[in-house]
């Protein structure tokens, strides 16, 4: 007889488990999912020929976890450029990769930010971490913000105002760079090493593909999870089902505080610069963190001829006013000619992480816990939980 799995939430981590889970014969797995579709916070949606990620995300390839599981082939990964283009007081400032070509590194040599001090400190930041591994970053037991760790390591204080603090807002979506200096080293070696992508058909491919080879019927639907113990589920089906292991891989608990993000999209005829690099606001009392030209990047953000811009700020923004006004001092009056066609303002983006408390896939009380509020604010952390929660029901079930 087949072991019955329950697992709560068809996000990445539910997903991700479902995976690894379903390589084993031996277990009917059920996925329930309070909402009418899956991928959690990975959704891609479409309308009048745009595709809009809800919320601007990227994957970054270098990611232990998705380069184990996913088929970069059948994504279609669309390629950033590697590095920034920084816009301060009208002037912009290139901070390109060397991997650019040597244009690009000499743009970066005679313009970039900061002094050659900071890009040889930049540069042997860039080595060292090429050679920790991502579990040897993530074991240190040192509690640093990561601000105070890029001055531990000699930056000046004009790169950190110019580069890492605009840049840093974009990825952890906190204005202060306090989020654990662990996430910066892993997130800047994953750049460093892979840069950033998008999948062709936007970030909701993801999900989808892991949905294709788990089996959709696997997901209930609109089946909200209303109470669980280690055998059984009652959901808003009026149904309580009886399961042998049951999975909870949704974040249930009240504690867990968010950053929040605004993520406004606008439609363009042309797009003042050909860029493919995230484009970052320096200006003192900015309030948009960071532009990009998603439809120069990944044309199939746009197929109706036009240019498709994202524009993110921290914190929650209804009103367009503010964005407009950072957006006219960085691009000109052809901002007026720009339309606001989505706005998302998200009130749960990314969960805020204690590393102190290590994650844990073995059973509380029976019941397994997986997701990216548990272990890391990212695709790979929420992955990486259900990798490891499918491991330890399969090592349980061995034993
Ligand atoms: C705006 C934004 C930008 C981001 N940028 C990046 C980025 O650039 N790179 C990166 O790596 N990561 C990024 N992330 C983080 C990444 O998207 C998440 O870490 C990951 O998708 C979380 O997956 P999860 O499975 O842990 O949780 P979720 O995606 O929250 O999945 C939980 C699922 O459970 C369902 N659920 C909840 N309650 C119940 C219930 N009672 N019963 C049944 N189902 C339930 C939900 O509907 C949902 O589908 C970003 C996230 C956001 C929001």
Same mark, same amino acid.
């Given at each position: 007889?087949?072991?019955?799995?329950?697992?709560?939430?068809?996000?990445?981590?539910?997903?991700?488990?479902?995976?690894?889970?379903?390589?084993?014969?031996?277990?009917?797995?059920?996925?329930?999912?309070?909402?009418?579709?899956?991928?959690?916070?990975?959704?891609?949606?479409?309308?009048?020929?745009?595709?809009?990620?809800?919320?601007?995300?990227?994957?970054?390839?270098?990611?232990?976890?998705?380069?184990?599981?996913?088929?970069?082939?059948?994504?279609?990964?669309?390629?950033?450029?590697?590095?920034?283009?920084?816009?301060?007081?009208?002037?912009?400032?290139?901070?390109?990769?060397?991997?650019?070509?040597?244009?690009?590194?000499?743009?970066?040599?005679?313009?970039?930010?900061?002094?050659?001090?900071?890009?040889?400190?930049?540069?042997?930041?860039?080595?060292?971490?090429?050679?920790?591994?991502?579990?040897?970053?993530?074991?240190?037991?040192?509690?640093?913000?990561?601000?105070?760790?890029?001055?531990?390591?000699?930056?000046?204080?004009?790169?950190?105002?110019?580069?890492?603090?605009?840049?840093?807002?974009?990825?952890?979506?906190?204005?202060?760079?306090?989020?654990?200096?662990?996430?910066?080293?892993?997130?800047?070696?994953?750049?460093?090493?892979?840069?950033?992508?998008?999948?062709?058909?936007?970030?909701?491919?993801?999900?989808?593909?892991?949905?294709?080879?788990?089996?959709?019927?696997?997901?209930?639907?609109?089946?909200?999870?209303?109470?669980?113990?280690?055998?059984?589920?009652?959901?808003?089906?009026?149904?309580?089902?009886?399961?042998?292991?049951?999975?909870?891989?949704?974040?249930?608990?009240?504690?867990?505080?968010?950053?929040?993000?605004?993520?406004?999209?606008?439609?363009?005829?042309?797009?003042?610069?050909?860029?493919?690099?995230?484009?970052?606001?320096?200006?003192?009392?900015?309030?948009?963190?960071?532009?990009?030209?998603? +439809?120069?990047?990944?044309?199939?953000?746009?197929?109706? $001829?036009?240019? &498709? @811009?994202?524009? *993110?700020? /921290? %914190?929650?923004?209804?009103?367009?006013?503010?964005?407009?006004?950072?957006?006219?001092?960085?691009?000109?009056?052809?901002?007026?000619?720009?339309?606001?066609?989505?706005?998302?303002?998200?009130?749960?983006?990314?969960?805020?992480?204690?590393?102190?408390?290590?994650?844990? +896939?073995?059973?509380?009380?029976?019941?397994?816990?997986? $997701?990216?509020? &548990? @272990?890391?604010? *990212?695709? /790979? %952390?929420?992955?990486?939980?259900?990798?490891?929660?499918?491991?330890?029901?399969?090592?349980?079930?061995?034993?």
């Amino acid at each position: 007889m087949k072991t019955r799995i329950a697992i709560i939430g068809a996000g990445l981590s539910g997903l991700t488990c479902a995976w690894y889970l379903k390589e084993s014969e031996q277990y009917d797995i059920t996925i329930f999912e309070s909402s009418g579709r899956a991928g959690g916070k990975l959704q891609t949606e479409l309308l009048n020929g745009f595709q809009f990620d809800r919320g601007f995300q990227v994957l970054l390839p270098a990611y232990p976890e998705t380069k184990r599981i996913l088929d970069y082939d059948k994504l279609q990964l669309q390629r950033f450029h590697k590095g920034s283009l920084i816009f301060k007081n009208h002037k912009q400032i290139p901070f390109y990769d060397p991997e650019n070509g040597l244009s690009a590194l000499v743009k970066t040599v005679l313009y970039g930010p900061g002094s050659l001090i900071d890009k040889f400190i930049l540069l042997k930041l860039k080595y060292t971490l090429s050679h920790l591994s991502v579990e040897h970053i993530f074991q240190r037991s040192t509690k640093m913000s990561s601000l105070e760790y890029l001055r531990s390591l000699g930056f000046s204080e004009r790169i950190i105002a110019d580069f890492w603090i605009p840049f840093y807002q974009g990825v952890f979506l906190e204005n202060t760079l306090e989020t654990d200096s662990k996430m910066l080293q892993f997130t800047f070696k994953m750049f460093a090493e892979a840069g950033a992508a998008l999948p062709k058909e936007g970030m909701e491919a993801i999900p989808k593909q892991l949905i294709a080879a788990i089996g959709s019927d696997r997901i209930r639907y609109h089946a909200k999870v209303l109470a669980y113990n280690a055998t059984s589920v009652s959901t808003s089906e009026g149904k309580t089902e009886i399961f042998d292991k049951v999975v909870v891989a949704y974040n249930c608990s009240k504690e867990v505080k968010y950053h929040t993000v605004t993520n406004k999209y606008f439609e363009a005829d042309k797009i003042p610069i050909h860029t493919k690099h995230v484009i970052l606001n320096a200006n003192k009392n900015r309030v948009i963190n960071n532009v990009v030209f998603i +439809s120069h990047v990944a044309p199939n953000y746009a197929l109706n $001829g036009k240019q &498709l @811009i994202s524009v *993110s700020a /921290n %914190g929650i923004h209804p009103d367009s006013e503010a964005f407009l006004a950072d957006l006219t001092s960085l691009f000109g009056k052809e901002v007026a000619t720009w339309k606001l066609v989505k706005s998302y303002l998200i009130q749960e983006a990314l969960p805020i992480i204690d590393f102190q408390n290590k994650y844990t +896939s073995a059973a509380t009380d029976g019941i397994y816990y997986c $997701g990216d509020h &548990l @272990i890391q604010a *990212s695709i /790979n %952390g929420a992955m990486e939980s259900g990798r490891r929660t499918a491991e330890e029901i399969i090592r349980v079930d061995v034993l």
